[in-house]
């Protein structure tokens, strides 16, 4: 290689790691900060590590859960699907909004959704998991308190229409009245009563 052609190589060569360093800032930046928790586990399910936003959701730090199973933190009755999920993971399945629970680090139990996938390494093989786990505890208050609402406007809908069906056919009752009367009288002014 001449001195110029090795020049413009080793240059393309920067230009490319530079490319490649602001991607990984990039990325680095979308998991620290993430609006979501987001958990990495390796391929048998241990906690490698998560964002800031799972420490404040949960309460747990870093080090708390680093090499732990998220098992541990869902309450008995949602401890299956974590095996399940590892499961169909491992089956090169992708779990999408998953409904489940989660125990808080103060012992609160909070509802999420969860969405989970394989990492692959350069070659496409699988290197390890990631899970995006959305609090919807607002959510779901929004929604109890929508279907409440709703419950109440069916149950005052139902008592308008009873309450004014009595004087409606009062009303249909004198209409059909009068239009009798103008049947048998009709070329005679109807008289008000």
């Keep these: 290689m001449t001195g110029l052609a090795s020049t413009v190589a080793v240059e393309g060569d920067v230009t490319r790691l530079k490319q490649i360093e602001l991607q990984l800032r990039r990325m680095t930046s979308v998991f620290l900060e993430g609006a979501d928790s987001i958990i990495i586990r390796d391929l048998e399910g241990r906690i490698l590590d998560v964002n800031k936003e799972t420490e404040r959701v949960f309460g747990w730090s870093r080090e708390d859960v680093l090499g732990q199973r998220p098992k541990q933190a869902l309450p008995t009755e949602n401890q299956y699907q974590a095996d399940d999920v590892l499961a169909r993971l491992q089956r090169g399945e992708t779990v999408r909004n998953l409904e489940s629970a989660v125990r808080t680090k103060a012992g609160e139990v ?3 959704l969860v969405t989970s996938f394989l990492l692959t390494d350069d070659e ?30 069916q149950y005052f809908t139902s008592a308008l229409s009873h309450d004014l069906a009595a004087p409606a056919r009062g009303i249909q ?8 009367r103008c049947r048998e009288y009709p070329d005679q002014e109807v008289q008000e009563e």
């Design 124 to 153: 496409g093989r699988p290197a390890a998991i990631a899970d995006i786990v959305k609090d919807v505890t607002e959510l779901k208050k929004t929604t109890a308190l929508l279907e409440r609402r709703n419950r109440e406007l």
């Design 173 to 180: 009752s004198l209409a059909e009245d009068l239009q009798d």
């Design 110 to 112: 909070i509802p999420v």
